[in-house]
């Protein structure tokens, strides 16, 4: 099945505490991003790569570091999070070059740091 | 910069009845991509417009864009429960060739009244 896997899917910790998200694709996709919803915010990219080797700041990209060492995957780093990194975290892929880039999320990931 | 809007931000509707959400959008883009969000779920593509003009129908949704106006539109036709959800729509930052950069408006949820 295709599909973009994420894990962990809930995750609380303290300030400080430096954290992994994992992001997953089976469908060979060069394009991947890392979005976080807020309430009444919407969702706003944090990170994007656009092939392996390949990344780039999206909007809010401040308190977070990804790579992409491997064409399926794409993690989120917070070094050493903050409370006002409590969010609901989607990691994204699509295929790159093409008229119809339809993005696939994954399942989301919420991230309390207290 | 470009900025997406929808409106309303919250719609409560009888089951049968029809009505239209709005996704405006300040900077020129011919792409153009509605998604579907269940609670703590996850986005789930619905339609992606292309071009001026561009009409999608699947069910009881039709979305519309209108480059010229930055302007597309989500009509729902005789309203059921299960469209219960939060859309919404996000526009590619490129014109004449997609750059995948999406920016989100803040969507808008739907609560379908039986």
């Known amino acids: 099945e295709a599909q973009v896997t994420q894990n962990p899917r809930y995750l609380i910790t303290v300030t400080g505490k430096k954290l992994t998200v994992t992001c997953s694709q089976n469908?060979?996709?060069?394009?991947m991003s890392w979005y976080r919803q807020d309430p009444g915010l919407g969702l706003r990219q944090i990170y994007y790569?656009?092939?392996?080797?390949?990344?780039d700041k999206g909007d809010v990209p401040e308190g977070y570091k990804v790579s992409r060492k491997e064409k399926r995957n794409f993690p989120l780093i917070l070094e050493s999070p903050s409370p006002n990194q409590t969010s609901l975290y989607f990691c994204?892929?699509?295929?790159?070059?093409?008229?119809?880039?339809?993005?696939?999320f994954g399942p989301g990931t919420r991230l309390t740091v207290l | 910069e470009l900025k997406v809007e929808q409106n309303p931000l919250f719609l409560s509707m009888q089951e049968g009845k029809n009505y239209t959400i709005y996704c405006n959008y300040s900077?020129?883009?011919?792409?153009l991509y509605w998604y579907r969000q269940d609670p703590g779920k996850s986005l789930e593509s619905l339609f992606v417009?292309?071009?001026?003009?561009a009409v999608k129908q699947e069910g009881r949704l039709m979305a519309s864009l209108d480059t010229k106006a930055r302007l597309s539109t989500l009509h729902i036709t005789a309203a059921v429960h299960d469209l219960s959800a939060t859309y919404f729509c996000?526009?590619?930052?490129?014109?004449?060739?997609?750059?995948?950069?999406?920016?989100f408006g803040t969507g808008t949820l739907l609560a379908v009244q039986p």
């Open positions: 994204a892929s699509s295929l790159w070059g093409l008229d119809e880039n339809e993005q696939f």
């Open positions: 469908m060979n996709h060069e394009y």
């Open positions: 790569s656009m092939n392996v080797e390949v990344t």
């Open positions: 900077t020129t883009s011919d792409r």
């Open positions: 417009l292309l071009s001026n003009g």
């Open positions: 996000a526009v590619d930052e490129g014109y004449g060739g997609a750059t995948n950069k999406l920016i």
